[in-house]
């Protein structure tokens, strides 16, 4: 049973680009949230997709959007980019109803 | 609004001593209560959670975790530590979710680091 994938694993832009981190959840999970870690803090809540739609969002910027298809992988789309946006992109993938969150390893984002 | 307070940034310990993670929260309404522990490089891996019923919880790596809701608190605690409990450990907590359909967004701590040294 696959967990949470993440591509790609290691991302480097410079200031102004924009950036897709892609995300597949775990198997029978229709639920994905996005998370910011910056270094030495804990993640940070982006958005949650639900039904192809984003049902909760975090303190974020309108730079910072996302899409769920129907087969329930998503992506997060940063736009502008910032030096402050350099951060561990966390995904994690939940059942409707059951609630408990499995992460996956992550997008690590360095902007130059 | 939810918050989570991790007392301690870091917490040093010796291989096979007792040690215990701090965690407070505050929230308004009812909450689920997760520990996260992350590995260097690594994205976050659930160690164990409460949602209803016993109050204590246990992982099945020896740790384990009470909810006091007087207290508001969800420690973590080990009898005997092992190298390999070396990690960044994240205190999360959730509230339900708008329609009852999901948990919602978690809410971390600021995480604490576990040096485990032989």
């Known amino acids: 049973d696959a967990g949470v994938t993440q591509s790609p694993t290691h991302l480097i832009k410079t200031r102004g680009q924009q950036v897709t981190l892609r995300c597949s959840p775990k198997?029978?999970?229709?639920?994905v949230s996005w998370y910011q870690q910056a270094l030495g803090q804990g993640p940070q809540f982006i958005f949650q997709?639900?039904?192809?739609?984003?049902?909760q969002r975090g303190n974020f910027p309108d730079r910072f959007s996302g899409h769920q298809f129907p087969n329930y992988s998503s992506e997060l789309n940063v736009n502008a980019l910032l030096l402050g946006d350099s951060a561990l992109y966390l995904c994690?993938?939940?059942?409707?109803?059951?609630?408990?969150?499995?992460f996956g390893p992550g997008t690590r984002l360095t902007v130059l | 609004a939810q918050s989570v307070t991790q007392l301690d940034s870091q917490v040093p310990v010796f291989e096979e001593a007792p040690v215990e993670l701090r965690c407070n929260y505050s929230?308004?309404?009812?909450?689920?209560l997760f520990w996260y522990v992350q590995y260097p490089n690594q994205g976050l891996q659930l160690l164990l959670k409460?949602?209803?019923?016993?109050?204590l919880v246990e992982s099945i790596n020896g740790f384990e975790a009470e909810f006091n809701k007087s207290q508001t608190s969800f420690h973590l605690r080990k009898p005997s530590v092992h190298i390999s409990d070396t990690a960044e450990y994240f205190c999360?907590?959730?509230?339900?979710?708008?329609?009852?359909?999901?948990?919602?967004?978690?809410?971390f701590g600021q995480g604490t680091i576990l040096t485990v040294h032989p």
């Open positions: 409460y949602l209803s019923g016993s109050t």
């Open positions: 929230s308004s309404v009812s909450v689920y």
């Open positions: 198997s029978g999970h229709d639920t």
């Open positions: 994690a993938s939940s059942l409707t109803g059951r609630g408990t969150q499995y």
């Open positions: 999360a907590v959730s509230g339900g979710g708008a329609g009852g359909t999901s948990y919602g967004k978690l809410t």
């Open positions: 997709y639900y039904e192809e739609e984003e049902r």
